[in-house]
């Protein structure tokens, strides 16, 4: 607390991982060594990012990199670009990244960067000469054995191809240094699919364990971005029934559940026309659109957050409850704000958080490096497959851990509890480095 007192979103972070890790202190008391040596970033890097605009006159922005932890393999973690962006939340973004790419099976460690750039309004040459301006300080602290960075907000197949371009010719080198690329130079396939289609299977696994199904199930989903529309199209291939969809401007309701020529509709508008979620009314007479809504007060019987950071407060989190939703599972990063979270324990209801529910995405960029390592590109069912294991596998070790720390079924803690001791283990056994 101390040493990084002014990063209050850093102290959130840590506070919130601390408290769920008590029960292993209490256990094992040399844990928390290792705690205090992972709060710390192996490395920060914080430079000028210079660039000129088309009138000609000289920007200026500030570029992050946070190197969190390498007990696990390679750093490993998104680039933003936001004008909201600085030190202390991508160092709370980097030590999520550590625990969540601990919990995906794969050798990763954790890191997370980016800009107080923002692109939005920017034309596409201001962007690649910024991208590039970025990358050519940055990627003497890259390589696929090394650092290897993927998109986060704002930063999408556009930038990750600038980016990568600059790498390329600043280091003579054509190699899977940063994921998220396109198909054809070296891309998985199942990458955009990944963060929607694995929380889908996350949740089938926690409610099969309660002895439950998704088949029929109503389900919320919020947001009808890249997370959303595959969450959708996942909960279709498993018959449950999707009932919203939502964005910045408000929500819509399909009564009877979204059809797949539904989300197609969707699909289009959202990636192609780039439209409001409104227009949907156009395509189905049965739904209905709210202006300003989030979906939180529709009855259902399970719900996946799947827009943005905050969105569930503790007042949604009741209203979720007494309209008979049994289950969230964070789709998004960090959209259940702690009074929702402790709503949600209060009543038992199953939780899947972030770290361990919206983990396919990082993973299948993890597969994404395996298949560049080879030089080969996988088939999508075999990357699928692999998504779906990876997807059973965190929920287990993560119900583990809560079982063996006496948490019974809190999959949060057990989280935060089997993603830490992986990376300690790892530590203590790599020496006090
Ligand atoms: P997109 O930009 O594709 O979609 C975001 C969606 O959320 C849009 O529909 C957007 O609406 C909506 N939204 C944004 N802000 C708000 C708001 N304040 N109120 C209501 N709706 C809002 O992003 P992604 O789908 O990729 O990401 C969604 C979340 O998932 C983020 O938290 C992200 O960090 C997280 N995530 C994403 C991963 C991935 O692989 N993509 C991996 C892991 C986590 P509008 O169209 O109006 O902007």
């Known amino acids: 607390h101390h040493r990084n007192k002014h990063e209050h979103e850093y102290l959130e972070a840590i506070d919130e991982v601390f408290e769920t890790l008590q029960p292993v202190f209490l256990k094992h008391p040399k844990y928390i060594e290792q705690f205090e040596r992972l709060a710390e970033p ?63 099976t794969l050798m990763i460690g954790g890191g997370k960067g980016g800009s107080d750039f923002n692109p939005k309004g920017k034309s596409d040459g201001e962007v690649m000469r910024f991208c590039q301006s970025f990358m050519t300080e940055l990627y003497r602290h890259l390589g696929p054995d090394t650092d290897i960075p993927a998109g986060d907000i704002n930063v999408g197949s556009r930038e990750i191809g600038y980016l990568f371009g600059q790498y390329k010719r600043l280091a003579n080198n054509f190699s899977g ?185 990082v993973a299948v960029s993890g597969l994404e490096m395996a298949q560049n390592s080879q030089r080969q590109q996988w088939t999508r069912d075999v990357v699928d497959a692999k998504l779906e294991v990876i997807m059973k596998e965190i929920f287990q070790t993560s119900l583990n851990a809560a079982r063996e720390y006496c948490v019974d079924d809190d999959i949060q803690a057990g989280a935060n509890i089997a993603g830490f001791l992986k990376v300690a283990d790892a530590m203590v056994q790599q020496g006090t480095v």
């Not at 973690?77 to 919990?103: D, M, P, W, Y």
């Not at 979204?258 to 189905?284: H, M, P, Q």
Request: net charge positive; with cysteine; glycine share 10%.
């Open 42 to 104: 192996e490395r920060q890097i914080i430079f000028r990012v210079p660039w000129v605009d088309d009138r000609g006159n000289q920007r200026i922005n500030r570029g992050f990199r946070v190197q969190m932890s390498s007990a696990l393999g390679p750093y490993k973690g998104g680039l933003r670009f936001h004008e909201t962006v600085n030190l202390s939340i991508i160092k709370f973004l980097a030590f999520e990244q550590v625990l969540k790419n601990s919990l995906t």
């Open 177 to 361: 240094v940063i994921t998220g690329k396109d198909m054809s130079w070296g891309g998985s396939l199942i990458r955009p699919e990944a963060t929607g289609y694995g929380c889908v299977y996350f949740a089938d696994n926690f409610v099969k364990y309660k002895n439950a199904t998704l088949e029929g199930k109503k389900c919320l989903v919020s947001g009808s971005g890249n997370v959303a529309q595959y969450t959708v199209e996942k909960l279709l291939d498993f018959k449950a029934v999707p009932i919203t969809m939502s964005d910045s401007s408000g929500c819509i309701v399909e009564p009877n559940g979204f059809t797949r020529e539904g989300l197609a509709f969707i699909k289009d508008l959202k990636n192609v026309k780039r439209g409001r979620i409104s227009e949907y009314t156009k395509f189905s007479k049965t739904a209905e659109f709210f202006p300003n809504k989030k979906p939180w007060d529709v009855p259902a019987n399970y719900a996946f957050p799947s827009a943005t950071q905050g969105e569930i407060t503790a007042y949604d989190a009741k209203s979720l409850i007494t309209n008979g939703v049994q289950g969230v599972f964070e789709g998004a990063n960090m959209p259940s704000t702690p009074g929702a979270i402790e709503m949600f324990k209060k009543v038992g209801l199953m939780f899947g958080p972030a770290k361990a529910a919206n983990a396919g995405g």
